[in-house]
């Protein structure tokens, strides 16, 4: 994705297809015992009601390199498990971000043939160009690779068991 400033303010749209149930993919996206294995490796908590609150932990070395405790917060907007979520999603790891504000952020989760879901996430960055750009995983300054990273992460720790090894 192209980081200028046309694209970094448009909705940003990831697919990924994994060999899971989708109840399994559902699981993995809202459960702490498994946001903490792939990804960033931070521990996400949700309130699975609308209005309810979504919280992203900073893991160990996010904290050690001074980040705050919570990393993201957010509002569950809509909730029908296993198919879709809508929350609000507000990073706030650097002042910039921060200030920028919430944007939306859908998760959805179609099932498929053969054991087979596409997992669809939507993310509106609508006046959040810094969070576009860290998202995108173009931000080049230890940010991460951003929702394809994230996504890689996912699909292979659910497929085989076993996250990819980013942190080495």
């Known amino acids: ?28 996206i809202t459960q702490p015992d498994w946001t903490e294995k792939y990804g960033y490796r931070t521990r996400s908590e949700y309130d699975l009601r609308p209005g309810g609150s979504y919280r992203s932990y900073a893991n160990d070395g996010m904290r050690a390199m001074g980040a705050p405790e919570i990393a993201v917060d957010g509002e569950v907007i809509e909730c029908d ?13 650097d002042p910039t971000s921060s200030l920028e504000g919430f944007t939306r952020l859908t998760h959805e989760i179609e099932e498929g043939t ?25 931000a080049g300054d230890g940010a991460g690779g951003g929702w394809s990273w994230i996504l ?17």
């Open 1 to 28: 994705m192209s980081t200028t400033m046309d694209a970094v303010k448009t909705t940003q749209v990831y697919r990924v297809w994994i060999k899971a149930s989708p109840q399994k993919i559902w699981d993995a």
């Open 81 to 93: 498990p296993p198919r879709r979520l809508v929350q609000t999603f507000r990073m706030l790891l």
């Open 114 to 138: 053969g054991g087979v879901c596409k997992l669809t996430v939507i993310h509106d960055l609508k006046d959040a160009p810094r969070l576009a750009v860290v998202v995108s995983g173009t």
């Open 152 to 168: 890689s992460d996912l699909k292979s720790l659910l497929e085989t068991g076993q996250a990819l090894d980013w942190q080495s």
